[in-house]
């Protein structure tokens, strides 16, 4: 295998020679020049693996050097050496599509993960690699539509960068699934995935959670403990619900992106970590940011590029597949024969919104093949709310999940109403679980004859205790 070569530009000579000597120890050849002319001239001469720029330069800046590459030399990464804290310099790289950047004074172990992960991402690239990895992962992706092939020709292309990418969408939309795609088909595949539901983490835990402690650095820090970036270093950390952290979270979280480097609670120094970062939420994050309940700088930082994943609503047309799929999904995990939709039940769901978008879906599905007597579904075992004029979007899909996550009443149970506190799930899981058990006290416990007295199938009733909790 002949030896991999990398391309350095940068007219401080000291850079250039930190750079020759650190690369030069793990087996690459490295030219190094000064200019935009002198670069273009060496990329004239031969193909590089991996190539570092300068942001500016005596005779241009770097970003001539990162489209000159882009367009000539597609399958060769570009990071940029940018000063210290200079961040609008790296997003703008970034942007432009720069693979990653470093910052001046350069960190050594830091620099030889960047090149490690690049040196992947081309052999990748040369070898075909991708490609077939592509075809694989994106398996799950379900739908012909052209939203969805939209979607995946985007998701190919940002994975093969390390910029940082905010996914936009919906509830139940897929967001973290996506995530998971950009992140199998890139150069970090074989690292960790680390996702993490921002708003399920306590306020006062959070920063431990993150960044890890110390033993002794609080009370019940009984052994010291990694936190989230420490785990998913050499690979991706997806933050879900991006919008829930709090402020002073934000501003720890920014630190640990701009640096690359995090302090456990009780450490004294930082320690480099080589993390991507994605990030989603349902929220209008921008508008929270003109709101000033989301940081600017912070959003500037993970917002580099946006991938808006379509609602299921604009791609009605991929209902059946997705219909089918999930059905076979079920059908895996309890062991029976797939189910199958009737015609008119077919229709029904293509003409159905679906607020809660694919989620709902499944919901919905996994509600029906519990309901229906035999394997074929149809449109009364959908159990579709009727359509009603909505305030807004975001209140009917609240309404329309929390429907959906709860089953139907019993037979003769008083008519749920939206309470105060808008627990509907919660008020008809309790009217529910109260039917049940009043139906099994009266039958001793016989299964099949509480199903008979509640006037469901027996499947029906097993699902209803399966969700409820009911031993």
């Known amino acids: 295998m002949s030896q991999q070569t990398v391309l350095v530009i940068d007219d401080e000579r000291d850079i250039r020679e930190l750079l020759t000597i650190t690369l030069g120890r793990m087996d690459l050849q490295v030219d190094a020049v000064g200019t935009v002319t002198d670069a273009r001239r060496a990329l004239e001469e031969r193909s590089y ?82 490609t077939a990895k592509t075809g694989n992962s994106s398996d799950r992706l379900i739908g012909d539509s052209p939203a969805v092939q939209q979607v995946r020709a985007t998701i190919t292309k940002l994975a093969r960068n390390q910029a940082p990418v905010y996914i936009a969408g919906e509830s139940g939309v897929g967001k973290e699934l996506v995530a ?41 820090a009984v052994s010291d403990k990694e936190g989230l970036f420490q785990a998913a270093n050499g690979g991706t950390l997806f933050l879900d619900e991006v919008a829930e952290l709090p402020l002073h979270m934000q501003v720890k979280l920014l630190r640990a992106i701009q640096e690359k480097a995090v302090r456990s609670i009780g450490a004294r120094e930082e320690i480099p970590v080589d993390v991507r970062i994605l990030s989603a939420t349902h929220k209008n994050l921008a508008a929270l940011v003109e709101q000033g309940e989301f940081r600017q700088d912070l959003f500037y930082r993970i917002n580099v590029i946006e991938l808006r994943v379509p609602p299921l609503r604009e791609r009605r047309g991929d209902v059946p597949l997705l219909s089918n799929y999930i059905l076979r999904q079920l059908a895996a995990k309890s062991g029976g024969a797939p189910g199958s939709l009737l015609p008119n039940a077919q229709q029904a769901l293509e003409g159905y919104d679906f607020p809660g978008n694919v989620r709902e879906l499944e919901n919905i599905l996994e509600r029906a093949m519990a309901m229906c007597d035999g394997d074929q579904i149809d449109t009364i ?12 979007e975001h209140a009917a899909s609240h309404t329309v999940n929390a429907h959906h996550s709860a089953a139907t009443p019993a037979p003769n149970a008083p008519a749920p109403a939206p309470s105060a506190d808008g627990g509907l799930d919660d008020y008809i899981s309790n009217i529910e679980r109260t039917a049940i058990i009043k139906a099994l006290e009266e039958s001793r416990y016989n299964k099949t004859a509480a199903a008979k007295k509640l006037g469901i199938t027996f499947r029906a009733l097993r699902y209803k205790l399966k969700k409820l909790g009911i031993d």
Do not use: W
């Open 49 to 130: 693996d991996l190539c570092f720029t300068d942001m500016r330069l005596p005779d241009g800046n770097g970003h001539e050097v990162i489209e000159l590459i882009a367009t000539k030399h597609p399958d060769t990464p570009v990071a940029m050496i940018t000063a210290y804290g200079n961040v609008d310099a790296a997003v703008n790289a970034l942007k432009a599509g720069a693979f990653d950047f470093v910052s001046k004074p350069v960190d050594i172990q830091m620099l030889r993960q960047l090149v490690r992960t690049a040196l992947r991402l081309t052999e990748e690239k040369r070898s075909g690699g991708a």
């Open 381 to 392: 075992d959908l159990m579709l709310p009727q359509r009603t004029p909505r305030a807004t």
């Open 180 to 220: 998971r795609l950009i992140h199998e088909q890139g150069p970090r595949a074989n690292g960790p995935f680390v996702p993490v539901n921002c708003g399920a983490i306590p306020s006062e835990l959070m920063e431990s959670e993150f960044f890890g402690h110390r033993k002794g650095s609080f009370t019940g």
